[in-house]
């Protein structure tokens, strides 16, 4: 992206101390590809720095529009996070929407950058080579998660590469708000630094395609019994007879298998996989079998949590309330820069 102010001052740019935010969409029930690229990191991260985690259900209103199904989704989120082992203790977990201070920074930052910038979006272009008519809320969706990292003076956030874009958006509204409104040895935004996760898989899904919910091709992280056994029965699969050896290479099975089993039983499958004998029907068996033993632990918690749904609120209420303490102060500094007079 062109940036047109120069790099903020070096303590800004790489804080010693960073501060961890990112945040997931509430637009439906939460499946593999969303539990290795992104959920298993989050959980990995939060005990190790400052950090946010943020359910975004304003950026789920560019798709969902429904307010029973927002409501839902929004909770379930909430009751997966808690269930696969986020501490709450640790680090704030909280709705996007309990955080106001969040939509006053977009709209400072819709002053600062050009439409231009946003119609690189690649969801943008995405829908619009598509011959779809995106609304809105897409278009400017990276202002939105821009002040969703600024807000809490996020400095490093986990992302795919697919997410490296808004990133920079984001570290270029930074710039330009410190660029204009601060003296040059007092910036008050950090720019932002991805972290990379280099090691996050491209999850199949049933039908080959990368793992989405706009496919209707998922395998959710809490699906069990003849649920689960239908969709993993499901997988496609090549035609080759049972008693002909098969390539795990080029199989969507074995492709999901890989996520779960450790190096020796993904070379035991392997080999029976090259030796023949071995059908489809039998390594989608152990793939049931390998996502129900891995979420064991963590689908007895959910089921616990969903008889406790006070405690989830207040959970989230607690993470909203640490969240502001971080947001307000921020926002008083940003209001008395650009001139924003308070009454008040």
């Known amino acids: 992206m062109e940036a047109t102010d120069s790099a903020s001052p070096p303590d800004t740019e790489h804080p010693a101390d960073p501060v961890v935010v990112s945040g997931i969409q509430p637009s439906g029930r939460l499946h593999l590809g969303n539990y290795f690229g992104a959920l298993r990191q989050h959980i990995d991260l939060h005990q190790q720095h400052d950090a946010y985690y943020f359910i975004v259900n304003y950026h789920a209103m560019t798709t969902v529009q429904d307010a029973e199904r927002l409501r839902e989704h929004t909770f379930n989120v909430a009751l997966d996070y808690l269930a696969l082992g986020f501490d709450p203790d640790e680090a704030a977990l909280f709705v996007q929407s309990d955080v106001p201070e969040v939509t006053e920074l977009m709209w400072i930052f819709f002053n600062l950058l050009p439409t231009s910038a946003l119609e690189k979006g690649v969801a943008y272009k995405d829908k619009v080579e598509a011959g779809l008519t995106p609304n809105a809320g897409l278009f400017n969706y990276p202002v939105l998660q821009a002040a969703d990292i600024l807000a809490y003076g996020g400095s490093l956030v986990p992302v795919g590469a697919d997410q490296k874009q808004n990133l920079e958006i984001a570290r270029d509204l930074a710039r330009r708000f410190n660029n204009r409104f601060c003296p040059e040895d007092e910036p008050l935004l950090p ?154």
């Open 191 to 344: 720019v932002p630094e991805p972290q990379i996760l280099d090691d996050v898989a491209v999850v199949p899904g049933t039908d080959g395609r990368k793992m989405s919910k706009s496919y209707d091709n998922t395998i959710g992280i809490f699906d069990e019994g003849d649920a689960l056994e239908e969709k993993v029965m499901n997988i496609v699969t090549d035609s080759t007879p049972l008693d002909a050896p098969k390539d795990p290479a080029s199989c969507n099975v074995f492709a999901l298998i890989t996520l779960f089993a450790d190096a020796e039983t993904q070379q035991e499958i392997a080999d029976k996989y090259r030796a023949g004998g071995y059908g489809y029907g039998h390594a989608k068996q152990a793939l049931q079998e390998l996502i129900e033993e891995h979420f064991a632990e963590a689908r007895a918690r959910r089921k616990d949590l969903e008889q406790r749904p006070d405690y989830v609120r207040d959970v989230l209420r607690q993470g909203a309330k640490e969240a502001r303490a971080q947001a307000e102060p921020l926002l008083e500094k940003v209001r008395d820069r650009v001139g924003l007079v308070r009454t008040h």
